[in-house]
């Protein structure tokens, strides 16, 4: 599965879009991107993935450049709960195999 | 919405104890996995288990066992608990099928002392 590059620490004003990028350079055709943030004292929680085409619930939105090799998970509107490690992950599509879960990137919203 | 639950949030045991870290979810979901989490290191995969009676070697299953006798629970246990045990445990459960494939569900985890 492919590695992921993401900022260690992001800062974002409350109210206003949180834009957390990851680097995944090596993707390879069958594999997804996904999205998982973790809340200070609590397990991972899902928020999105994708393939290629850009997709939006009610969470989040999640960018997928055309090449493939990055994408941008945004916060629309962020909220101090917002405060999380956002992890992003490349897997196969119809794996078996498990989730890595590298550094992620430290989102602190602030008011 | 779907429920992964875990036995205790905090526990404190001695050097050498047996511990047993229940996991228990509603979904009917086929795959149930136990992590554990440590600062800088991040979430690293102990055990997982596809079905009942079946399970898989993570990345350090080493001074762990795990147990799957029913679909909705999956154990896992500390023959010897050590110091270098001492870490968040996290427990995740995944169903089968092309939308949920890889989204996992996770526990709120056991914050687990060994002293």
């Known amino acids: 599965d492919a590695k992921t590059t993401q900022p260690p620490s992001m800062d974002c004003a409350e109210g206003r879009a949180a834009n957390l990028p990851c680097n995944h350079s090596?993707?390879?055709?069958?594999?997804?991107v996904y999205w998982y943030r973790q809340i200070h004292s609590q397990g991972p929680q899902y928020i999105i993935h994708?393939?290629?085409n850009n997709e939006t619930n009610e969470m989040a939105s999640l960018i997928i450049t055309e090449d493939r090799k990055s994408s941008t998970l945004i916060l629309p509107h962020a909220t101090l709960r917002d405060t999380a490690v956002y992890y992003c992950?490349?897997?196969?599509?119809?794996?078996?195999?498990?989730?890595?879960f590298g550094k992620g990137t430290k989102l602190s919203v602030k008011p | 919405d779907v429920k992964v639950t875990q036995s205790s949030r905090y526990l404190v045991k001695r050097t050498g104890e047996k511990v047993f870290l229940e996991c228990v979810q509603d979904?009917?979901?086929?795959?149930m996995f136990w992590y554990r989490q440590d600062p800088g290191l991040g979430l690293r995969l102990i055990y997982f288990?596809?079905?009942?009676?079946?399970?898989e070697k993570g990345d350090i299953p080493e001074g762990y066992s795990v147990s799957r006798e029913k679909k909705e629970r999956f154990s896992l246990i500390l023959e010897s608990a050590s110091t270098n045990q001492t870490s968040m445990y996290l427990c995740?459960?995944?169903?089968?099928?092309?939308?949920?494939?890889?989204?996992?569900?996770f526990g709120p985890g056991t914050r687990l002392t060994v002293l």
């Open positions: 995740a459960s995944r169903g089968l099928g092309l939308a949920i494939l890889n989204e996992q569900f």
């Open positions: 090596t993707i390879s055709g069958n594999e997804y």
């Open positions: 994708g393939l290629k």
């Open positions: 992950i490349v897997i196969r599509g119809g794996s078996q195999g498990n989730l890595i």
């Open positions: 979904m009917d979901h086929e795959n």
């Open positions: 288990s596809y079905d009942v009676k079946m399970k």
